[in-house]
């Protein structure tokens, strides 16, 4: 059975085939305009939401919810069809939010500091599991405005590209969402870089760096192995050319691992001629990487060398750390205790 956002425009007409015509606007831009299940369109006939709440499932269950202790932020683990578990951090600011949303259950990249990556990989989400994340934080965000989605949570978006950019292309044209508010992560993969060039939509570039030589980012990072920088740089400064987006380098500093002077040198050679703005956030701490995360005072030492360099820094506030809000760290913990479903 297809779910609700699974459903092009084409198929939803079809399953409303013995519907008036204007039916199939009403439907879709309640789903994707006002992000409300078929049950709260109140402008159907009662037994028409009944039957598409039948017929059109959400994919994703609550699994667990947790909000960090000042309400600022709210983490979602989702159970699909097949029992795989994704993430969802909603992040609130006065008057908008942010959602980051996840591209895969798990994921392939191996990076060794990272939960999701020790957890290894399950599966790409559907375009219609990209999208539902978001009409999930559209509807908890209000009041306020989601200004913003970013696939950095769970899975690499552009290895499972098809589907991901299926649903960039949905949050634009049916959701209305800009663009420029509409970034992409990844760890490095070039051929990704290289097919978002040719797209019609100038989407943000972030790319988690966190090592600025191979020899350092072959271990922390191992698709580096496959993409080394200079191939990811030259990806980076094509896509800059033909898009005019600014490029964001995520560094996740990591106690005497990346954050020493000689490391702040090398990133500044690199970030600086590409005009990148360096995102800096302290490691989140995880069961499988004992390293802890450079203390406050070394993540401002690093930051200001980098500004005196010439290169825009700026310290990523570290939310959720009270609710596991890390990528993969509440899927982890589910795997340690058993799962409670709430529908």
């Known amino acids: 059975m297809a779910t609700r956002y699974d459903l092009t425009r084409a198929d939803l007409a079809e399953v409303l085939a013995d519907q008036p015509g204007y039916r199939v606007d009403q439907v879709w831009d309640g789903l994707h305009r006002r992000c409300v299940a078929p049950s709260a369109m109140t402008e159907l006939p009662l037994p028409l939401r009944d039957h598409l709440e039948h017929e059109l499932p959400a994919a994703l269950t609550l699994a667990r919810e947790s909000v960090s202790e000042n309400g600022s932020t709210v983490k979602w683990l989702w159970q699909l069809d097949d029992a795989a578990l994704v993430e969802t951090v909603l992040m609130h600011y006065p008057d908008r939010a942010t959602v980051c949303i996840s591209s895969q259950a798990g994921c392939a990249m191996a990076c060794s500091f990272c939960a999701t990556g020790q957890a290894g990989f399950e599966r790409n989400l559907s375009t219609g599991e990209i999208v539902e994340q978001v009409a999930l934080a559209v509807d908890r965000a209000r009041p306020r405005r989601l200004s913003n989605v970013v696939l950095m949570g769970m899975g690499e978006p552009l290895a499972n590209y098809d589907r991901v950019w299926a649903a960039i292309e949905r949050l634009h044209d049916d959701m209305g969402l800009s663009a420029r508010h509409l970034t992409v992560s990844t760890v490095g993969m070039v051929p990704g870089i290289r097919r978002l060039t040719t797209e019609a939509l100038p989407v943000n570039l972030a790319v988690s760096l966190h090592a600025a030589n191979d020899t350092l980012r072959n271990e922390l990072v191992p698709i580096n192995r496959r993409y080394p920088l200079a191939d990811l740089t030259d990806a980076c400064r094509n896509y800059l050319a033909a898009k005019g987006r600014r490029l964001s380098f995520e560094w ?21 001629p590409l005009g990148a703005h360096v995102n800096l956030i302290p490691l989140n701490p995880t069961p499988g990487y004992a390293t802890p995360g450079t203390p406050p005072s070394g993540v401002r030492d690093f930051r200001d060398q980098l500004r005196a360099s010439g290169v825009n820094a700026t310290i990523r506030q570290n939310r959720g750390t009270d609710i596991d809000a890390a990528c993969g760290q509440l899927r982890a913990a589910a795997a340690s205790s058993p799962v409670e479903l709430r529908r």
Request: negative net charge.
């Open 252 to 272: 996740a500093l990591i106690a005497g691992v990346n954050d020493r002077p000689s490391d702040a040198v090398e990133l500044a050679v690199i970030a600086r």
